[in-house]
């Protein structure tokens, strides 16, 4: 079973960019659809962006536009690369992994947006 670690949270102005990193572990990297969700304080954990096994890529309505999902099978990661950040996108940011319909989580990563 894969493990994730998520990096490259941080505090940023409103206007400003970031990049997430998620390494993951294991030789089965490339089996996975890899996404990354988010979850603000009093919220429910939502969407925000995937890319599949074959490299079809799906952002959340809020994010398009500004956030890009790439992965690096050779390297084992996946990342977010997020422009234009407003302090709504203040959240923990986790990494997800799936197959078969079983879900990995990583630990998160704090993004915070000021205003």
């Known amino acids: 079973q894969v493990q994730l670690a998520e990096s490259g949270g941080g505090l940023v102005q409103a206007g400003g960019s970031l990049r997430l990193s998620c390494a993951a572990s294991?030789?089965?990297?490339?089996?996975?659809?890899m996404g990354w969700f988010r979850q603000a304080p009093g919220k429910e954990r939502e969407f925000v962006a995937m890319i599949t096994v074959g490299g079809r890529i799906e952002y959340a309505d809020s994010v398009k536009g500004r956030f890009t999902i790439s992965r690096q099978n050779a390297e084992n990661t996946v990342d977010l690369k997020m422009n234009s950040l407003k302090p709504e996108d203040t959240a923990v940011y986790y990494c997800?992994?799936?197959?078969?319909?079983?879900?990995?989580w990583g630990q998160g990563t704090q993004v915070t947006v000021s205003s």
């Open positions: 997800n992994a799936a197959v078969l319909g079983r879900n990995t």
């Open positions: 294991g030789r089965t990297f490339s089996w996975y659809g």
